[in-house]
Every structure is written in C-alpha cells, then in structure tokens.
C-alpha cells in the first residue's frame, strides 16, 4: 500500500473513533444526569430511619469503616454519627422517628436531642 491510501485509511478509522467517543461521552452525560447523589442518597435514609431501645452496648466496628454502632435490647445493630455516639452510654434508652432528624437519648438525669442533619451535606432542590 502506498502512503497516500495508508493516510485514507487512517482518516476512515479516525472518524469511526471520534464517534464511538462522542457516544460514550453522551451516554457518561445521560446516566449521571439521572443518578441520585450521594448526598441525596444519605439525606433519604438518615429521614426515613425508624429505631428505639435500650442501648445494650456500644462499639466502633473496625471491620465496617469504623462506623459507631449501639447494640439494642432488640437485639437490633444500628449505626450512628460520631456525635451521638458520643453522647449515649450502655443503659440510656434512645428514639428516632422515621420523617424526623431528631436523635432522642434519654439518660436517668433527663434527655439529650441530638439533630442528625448537622452531619448531612443538604443535597440541592432540583
């Protein structure tokens, strides 16, 4: 083959892979456009959230992230912010409400309301 067809063929291949990239780039572009955040995401589940109980122990599991975690009387593990962790003692009876931010830690000497969506990053209004 001479230069100039190698050159052709070249071009031909060019133009086919400039395509496939605009593609990819435009499918990349459509499925985040549709994906929820993140933020979105933890925002849900922190509301949508519903336990009590009696805190039966507390531990910061190494093996998942180093997230808190308390142990309820229910035998239910749950995971909490650092700041609620912090503030709970084995014995100390605790409530969050599904639709609420509230984290209610009741303690023989009166309650503690800790509100978990200081912890968020507030997703934008779409």
Known sequence: MSNWTTGLVAKKYKKHWNIVIIIFIVVLVFISFFQESAEKINYKTELNQNYKGIVLNKYIDSSDHSICKLKLKTGKIINVW????????IGDSIVKKKG???????KPSGFINVNIEDNLIIPKKQ
Not at 100 to 106: C, D, L, P
């Open 82 to 89: 650092d700041n609620c962790y912090e503030k709970v003692n």
């Open 100 to 106: 609420s931010f509230n984290f209610f830690i009741y």
